[in-house]
């Protein structure tokens, strides 16, 4: 007759341990300090409820305020920005400020080069043909040995 029971409890589903309906939850691994776990001990005996249980609902409460104050943040920012915006439409000031500071840093700058006139070079009307025509195969090869050197 135990057996019976035994099987019968197997055959129930479990309901699933938050998350959507269906979710497996995953098991991972914390480091937990001595003494906060041995405080975890004393509230599991306490509370009468498992340690993973109150792990559990304290992430979810830790994600839930980080989620709310992150939202007051997003708000913040986005109500700074909307006030720019009402002050510059056009970022006419913040353009303004840029250019100054690229032109501010021109002078140093090694990719800008120095201005060069030069002539210009007449290019034969019909391209250079090779003296040996070397089909496209050859070719891979030869720049694959000289790249595996």
Do not use: C
Not at 35 to 41: G, K, M, P, S, V
Not at 59 to 71: D, P, W
């Amino acid at each position: 007759m135990a057996a019976k029971r035994r099987s019968q409890r197997q055959r129930t589903p479990r309901k699933p341990l938050g998350g959507r309906a269906g979710e497996v939850p995953t098991a991972i691994t914390v480091r937990l300090a001595p003494d906060l776990r041995r405080h975890l001990n004393f509230l599991r005996g306490v509370l009468k409820r498992p340690v993973n249980k109150l792990i559990t609902e304290a992430v979810e409460g830790f994600v839930q305020k980080q989620n709310q104050e992150l939202r007051a943040d997003l708000k913040d920012l986005l109500t700074q920005i909307e006030n720019y915006n009402r002050q510059d439409p056009k970022f006419d000031k913040a353009f303004q400020q840029w250019e100054e500071a690229e032109a501010g840093f021109g002078h140093a700058d090694p990719a800008e080069g120095v201005r060069v006139r030069t002539k210009a070079v007449k290019r034969p009307a019909t391209p250079i043909q090779p003296a040996t025509p070397i089909k496209i195969k050859e070719a891979q090869s030869l720049v694959r040995q000289l790249l595996n050197r």
